[in-house]
Nanobody, 116 residues
């Protein structure tokens, strides 16, 4: 059974930083492109960053230059370093595979709250 466990969220002031982690199990992690998503209250879940199996990365425009996604295949873990956080980054953050189809079930996510 595929499982994602996200951690590292919290309450931070604007301009602060957080590092999120997502531990994956039940998939062959090294051959899965991975993504970090977020869902703010009343909004749809959106993909904010992705990392391919070779380490190539992509970011949505609103986080480019502030967020860095990375992966450590030996630990089946994907990370999201978030710097210069803004109140509009407040959301529940999730990770998931971008390769496995159908897309696996979502984990519980980790709450990020940025105060102004």
């Amino acid at each position: 059974q595929v499982q994602f466990v996200e951690s590292g969220g919290g309450l931070v002031q604007a301009g602060g930083s957080l590092r999120l982690s997502c531990a994956a199990s039940g998939i062959t992690f090294s051959i899965n492109a991975m993504g970090w998503y977020r869902q703010a209250p009343g909004k749809q879940r959106e993909l904010v960053a992705s990392v391919g199996i070779t380490g190539s990365t992509n970011y949505t425009a609103s986080v480019k230059g502030r967020f860095t996604i990375s992966r450590r295949n030996a630990k089946n873990t994907v990370y999201l370093q978030m710097n210069n956080l803004k109140p509009e980054d407040t959301a529940v953050y999730y990770c998931n595979s971008l390769t496995t189809a159908p897309q696996p079930s979502w984990g519980q996510g980790t709450q990020v709250t940025v105060s102004s």
